[in-house]
C-alpha cells in the first residue's frame, strides 16, 4: 500500500488531494479488502475530473475489481489504459458513463473477468465491429446515448453469458439482430430510439428469461410476435414510435405488467383478454387505428389505461369498474364512444385523472363522480353531455383541472364551486349555462383561468379571483353594463369579453393591468375614446362605436387578427388544462405577497429622475468589448421608461437599451423578482447568474451582467436584432422565413437545448420554451432565451411534494396535468411544437386547436402528411419538401403523449443534422 501512495503521489493528474496520510484506503472514493490490505474499489464519479492522464496509472493496482470514473469530463480513453487494465485478472468493473469521450470505440483486448462495461451519454461514434470480442464473460453492456452507427453488435463475449445490453439512442440500422437470440441469459434488451427496420424476429420467444423488451422509436413493422406470450419472465414490452401495422396478438399481455404499442398503426380490435390479465399495470394503446369496443373484463391490479386517439365505440363498459380500486389514469379520449358515463367510475376510488374528452357521451353527468376524492383532473370536453352540474362535482376537493366545455349543460354554476380549493383550471364554455356567476367565485384563491365563454350567463360579474392569471373568457353572454372594477387582475394576460352588450366607455384601470396580453372587446357597445394600452398587448375593439384616435396597438398582420378572434376562448380552453396540477399549490406555499413587487406602472407613476436604486451590479462576460460597453447606470435609465419595452412574457419584461457607445443591449427584468430573494441571498442568486455566465453556446442567451436593486433583478444580453421567432414567423416577416432559414432555427434551437440538457454540472430546464422565448439575432441564428428561470423558480427544490410548472399555453406537455414536475421529455415536448410552428407555419394555438394535437391528429396516414406542412415554403423543390417530412416525423415523436416516447434531445439533433 505504501508503495501505491508513492505511485499516486507522484502523479499530478491524480484527484486526490494527498496529504501525508499513508493509507489510500482512508481517501475519498477508495473502497480496500476487509483487512485494508488491498484497494478493491475506485468510485471516482462526479469528481470534475478532464485529465485522463492518471488512468494507467490506477491500472497499476492490480487487486482492482471496479473501477467508476463516471460523469467527469474526460475525453479520451488512453490506450495505456486498455492495455494495461486489460491484465488486471480480477477486474470485474468499468464505468466510463456521462463523460464527453469521443470518436471510435477502443478495442478492449483482455479484461477476460470483466462482467459490467458501461460508457454510455459520450459522443463516441463509428461501426461497432470487433472490438468487443474479447470480453468472454461480459454481462451488461451500456452504450446507451451515442452516435454509434451500422448495425448493432452482436458478438459480445464468446461465452455467451450476457445478461442486459443496452444500445438506445444510437444511430443503428438494420434489422433486429437475429444472433442476439444465441445469448440464452438475456435478461434486458433496449434498442429504443435508433432507426432499426424490418420486424422482430419470431424467434424472439426463445429468449425464456427475458425480463424486459425496449424497441420503442424505431422504424419497426410488420407484426408483433405472438412468440412475446411465451417467456414467463416479461414484465415489460414497450414497442411504441413505431410502424406496426397488424393485430395485437392473442396471449401478449399474459405475464406482463407493463405494455405499450401507442403511437402505431395497430388494426382490428383489442383482444378481449388482453386487459384481464391479473399481473398487468399499465396499458398504452393510444393512437393506433384500433376499432371495436373496449374489453369488458379488466384486471384490478390496473393502475394506468390509456386507449385514446384510436376508433374504438360502443359504451364503456361498467360491470368491471368497481373492481378497478387501483386505477389511477383512465384516458379513453378521442375515440367514438356512446352511451352514458358509467356510475360505477365512482367505485374507482383512486382515479387522479379522468379523461372522457371528445367523444360522443350523451346522458347526464353521474352524481357518483363526487366519490372520486382523489381526482385532479376532470376532462369530459366536446361530449354531448346534458342536464345540470351536479352539485356533488363540487365535493372534490383535490380537483385542479375541471373541463367540462362544449357539450349541452343547463341550469347555472353551482353556488358550491367555491368548495374546490385545489381548482387552478376551470372550463365551462361552449354549453347553455345561464343565471349569474355565483358571488363565491373570488374564493377559489388558486384559480388561474376561468374559461366561461359561449353561455347565456347574465346579472352581475362578482370579484374574481385575484390570482387569475392565464385567461379570464367571459364571452359571448349576455353581460351588459359598464366593465366592473371587479376585473382589475393585476396578473391576468388574456381578457375576453367579446360579444356581449358591455356599453359605456372602455375603463381606464384596463390599462394599468401589467400582465395584460390581449384584450378583447369586440362587439359590444362600447363608446368613447380608447385609452393607451401597451405596445405589447393586442386589442381588439371592432363592432364597438369607440373612437380610435388613440391607437393602443401597432398595426395588426393577417396572422395576428386571427389570434385575436373571437375563437381564442375555445383556443385557451382546449390548451390550458394540461397546466400542471401542482403550481398553484405551491406558489400559495412559497408567496405571501404577489408575483410583481415593482410592476411597470409603478415605473410610469410620475417619479420622473427616480431610477432603481442599484444594490449590485456584476460583470459576468469575460468578452472586453462588452465590459467596455456595458454601463450599468444609463441601463437603469432604460428600464425606467415604459417605452424601451420591446417584449413581455409571463416573466420576464425586456427593454432595449443603448450604451453611451452606441451599442444596444436586451435589459431583462425578471417579474418573479420575489422568488430570487427567497433562496436566501443576493449572493446566492448571484453565484448562480455565474455558473449561467460561464456557458459558452452561439445558441443560449448567456446573461452577460446583472444588476440588482432593492426588490428587483435585471439581466444584461446581447441585442437580438430580430426579436421572437414567434413575431418574425407569424408576423410581416414570416415570408421572408424560407426553408433555409427555418431549418437552420430549428438546428440552433435544438444545439441550444441539446447543450442545457448536458450541461455537465446537471441539465438546466426550461420552464417556457416556445418560439416567444427563442430570440433571432438574424433569421438563421436563433438564441435560447429564459434559462435563468431554472434558477429563480428551481422546480427541483421544492420542499413539498408538488413542483412549480410554469409555461406558454399550446407548448405544454400533457403529463405536466399528473406528473406535476418540469422534466427533459417535457422540454423535449416543448421543442416539438417549436418544430411543428416551423414546418406548418401555423402557431401553438390556432382557431381554438393546439397545433401539436392538429398534427398527430392529421398524422396518422402518411400518405397525408404533405398536407400538414406549409406549402408556400414546401413547394420550392422537392428535396425541400423531403426534408420538411423528415423533420415532422421528428417533430412528431416529440410531442408524443406518452414523455418516455420522446426522444432525448440529443438525439432530436442528431435525426435534424441527419436530414441535410
Known amino acids: 500500500m505504501t508503495d501505491i501512495h508513492k505511485l499516486l503521489l507522484n502523479n499530478a493528474a491524480v484527484p486526490w488531494q494527498i496529504t501525508n496520510e499513508s493509507n489510500p484506503c482512508s481517501w475519498k472514493g477508495v473502497s480496500c479488502s476487509p483487512n485494508n490490505s488491498s484497494i478493491t474499489h475506485l468510485s471516482l464519479s462526479g469528481f470534475g475530473i478532464s485529465n485522463s492522464d492518471f488512468l494507467p496509472v490506477l491500472c497499476q493496482i492490480d487487486s482492482l475489481e471496479s473501477l467508476d470514473v463516471s460523469n467527469n469530463q474526460l475525453n479520451s480513453i488512453p490506450d495505456g489504459f486498455i492495455k494495461v487494465c486489460g491484465e488486471i485478472g480480477g477486474l470485474k468493473l468499468l464505468n466510463f458513463s456521462w463523460n464527453k469521450l469521443s470518436g471510435s470505440l477502443p478495442t478492449f483486448s483482455g479484461f477476460v473477468r470483466l462482467q459490467f462495461l458501461d460508457l454510455s451519454f459520450n459522443n463516441l461514434n463509428g461501426n461497432i465491429g470487433s472490438q468487443l470480442d474479447g470480453l468472454v464473460g461480459l454481462k451488461s453492456l451500456n452504450l446507451s446515448t451515442n452516435h454509434f452507427n451500422g448495425p448493432a453488435p452482436v458478438n459480445l463475449g464468446q461465452s455467451l453469458v450476457l445478461e442486459q445490453l443496452v444500445l438506445s439512442r444510437n444511430n443503428f440500422t438494420g434489422e433486429v439482430p437475429i444472433k442476439l437470440l444465441s445469448y440464452p441469459n438475456l435478461t434486458l434488451i433496449d434498442l429504443s430510439e435508433n432507426e432499426l427496420s424490418g420486424s422482430i424476429p419470431d424467434r424472439i420467444g426463445e429468449l425464456s428469461k427475458l425480463e424486459v423488451l425496449i424497441l420503442s422509436s424505431n422504424d419497426l413493422s410488420g407484426d408483433i410476435p405472438s412468440s412475446l406470450s411465451n417467456i414467463p419472465t416479461l414484465w415489460r414490452f414497450a414497442a411504441n414510435l413505431n410502424n406496426f401495422n397488424g393485430e395485437i396478438p392473442n396471449g401478449i399481455s399474459r405475464h406482463l405488467r407493463n405494455l405499450d404499442l401507442s403511437y402505431n398503426k395497430l388494426r382490428e380490435q383489442i383482444p378481449s383478454e388482453l386487459l384481464s390479465q391479473s399481473n398487468l399495470q399499465t396499458v398504452d394503446l393510444s393512437y393506433n387505428l384500433l376499432k371495436g369496443s373496449i374489453p369488458a373484463n379488466m384486471s384490478p391490479s ?30 379513453l379520449d378521442n375515440n367514438s364512444l356512446s352511451g352514458s358515463i358509467p356510475h360505477e367510475l365512482g367505485l374507482c376510488q383512486n382515479l387522479a385523472l379522468l379523461n372522457l374528452a371528445q367523444n360522443s357521451l350523451t346522458g347526464v353527468l353521474p352524481v357518483e363522480l363526487g366519490n372520486l376524492s382523489n381526482l385532479q383532473v376532470m376532462k369530459l370536453q366536446l361530449n354531448k353531455l346534458v342536464g345540470e352540474i351536479p352539485a356533488q362535482i363540487t365535493q372534490l376537493q ?97 381578457l375576453d369579453l367579446s360579444n356581449n352588450n358591455f356599453s359605456g366607455k372602455i375603463p381606464s384601470f384596463l390599462t394599468t393591468m401589467a400582465s395584460l396580453t390581449q384584450l378583447l372587446l369586440s362587439n359590444n357597445q362600447l363608446s368613447g375614446d380608447i385609452p393607451q394600452f401597451g405596445k405589447w398587448v393586442h386589442t381588439d375593439f371592432n363592432g364597438n362605436l369607440v373612437n380610435a384616435t388613440k391607437p393602443s396597438a401597432p398595426p395588426v398582420t393577417e396572422s395576428t387578427k386571427k389570434s385575436k378572434s373571437v375563437v381564442v376562448p375555445v383556443v385557451l380552453a382546449l390548451v390550458a388544462a394540461v397546466l400542471a396540477v401542482g403550481v398553484v399549490t405551491i406558489i400559495a406555499a412559497l408567496i405571501s405577497r404577489r408575483f410583481y413587487r415593482v410592476n411597470d406602472e409603478q415605473l410610469q407613476s410620475g417619479e420622473e429622475g427616480l ?49 453611451p457607445s452606441g451599442t444596444s443591449y436586451f435589459i431583462k427584468k425578471l417579474n418573479w423578482s420575489d422568488k430570487i430573494f427567497q433562496l436566501g441571498s443576493h449572493e446566492r442568486f448571484g453565484q448562480e447568474l455565474e455558473v449561467l455566465g460561464r456557458f ?35 408576423g410581416s416577416l414570416g415570408n421572408a422565413l424560407d426553408w433555409a432559414s427555418r431549418y437552420s432555427i430549428a438546428v440552433g434551437v435544438a444545439q441550444g437545448l441539446a447543450f442545457l440538457h448536458g450541461c455537465t454540472s446537471g441539465p438546466v430546464l426550461l420552464l417556457d420554451l416556445s418560439s416567444k422565448s427563442i430570440l433571432l439575432k438574424s433569421l438563421k441564428e436563433p438564441q435560447v432565451g429564459e434559462i435563468e428561470l431554472c434558477k429563480v423558480i428551481d422546480p427541483s427544490k421544492s420542499t413539498g411534494s408538488l413542483s412549480t410548472i410554469a409555461g406558454s399555453v399550446g407548448y405544454i406537455p400533457p403529463e405536466y396535468a399528473y406528473t406535476m414536475r418540469v422534466t427533459m421529455a417535457g422540454n423535449v415536448y416543448s421543442f416539438g411544437v417549436v418544430l411543428l410552428e416551423l414546418l406548418t407555419g401555423k402557431p401553438a394555438v390556432s382557431e381554438g386547436i393546439e397545433l401539436a394535437k392538429w398534427a398527430l391528429s392529421n398524422s396518422v396516414q402518411q400518405d397525408k402528411w404533405d398536407h400538414i406542412l406549409d406549402f408556400n415554403v414546401s413547394r420550392a423543390s422537392l ?12 417533430a412528431l415523436a416529440c410531442v408524443s403523449v406518452s414523455p418516455e416516447a420522446r426522444p432525448k434531445m440529443k438525439s432530436v439533433l442528431r435525426m435534424l443534422l441527419n436530414a441535410r
Open 302 to 331: 390496473l393502475v394506468r389505461l390509456r386507449l385514446g386517439s384510436n376508433s374504438l365505440s360502443g359504451m364503456i363498459p361498467s360491470a368491471t369498474l368497481g373492481v378497478l380500486t387501483k386505477l389511477t389514469y383512465l384516458e
Open 398 to 494: 383535490q380537483l385542479s383541472t375541471l373541463n367540462i366545455s362544449l357539450n349541452s349543460l343547463n341550469g347555472s354554476i353551482p353556488s358550491s364551486i367555491s368548495s374546490l380549493q385545489s381548482l387552478t383550471n376551470l372550463n365551462l364554455q361552449g354549453n347553455s349555462l345561464s343565471g349569474s356567476i355565483p358571488d363565491s367565485i373570488g374564493s377559489l384563491r388558486f384559480l388561474l383561468e376561468l374559461q366561461l365563454g359561449k353561455n347565456q350567463l347574465s346579472g352581475k360579474i362578482p370579484s374574481m379571483p385575484s390570482k387569475l392569471q392565464i385567461a379570464l373568457n367571459l364571452s359571448s353572454n349576455l353581460f351588459e353594463g359598464p366593465i366592473p372594477n371587479t376585473l382589475l387582475l393585476t396578473e391576468l394576460e388574456v
Open 611 to 659: 431610477f432603481p436604486q442599484v444594490v449590485q451590479g456584476i460583470l459576468l462576460t469575460p468578452n472586453g468589448i462588452h465590459r467596455a460597453n456595458i454601463d450599468f447606470t444609463k441601463a437603469m435609465e432604460a428600464v425606467a421608461d415604459p417605452s424601451n419595452i420591446m417584449l413581455k412574457t409571463r416573466f420576464s419584461t425586456y427593454y432595449k437599451a443603448v450604451m
Open 696 to 730: 459558452s453556446n452561439s445558441n443560449v442567451m448567456t446573461p452577460l451582467a446583472y444588476v440588482l436593486t432593492i426588490d428587483c433583478a435585471y439581466l444584461f444580453y446581447e441585442f437580438a436584432q430580430k426579436g421572437t421567432l414567434f413575431s418574425v414567423l407569424h
Open 879 to 890: 428535396a425541400v419538401r423531403s426534408q420538411m417530412l423528415a423533420l415532422l416525423k421528428v
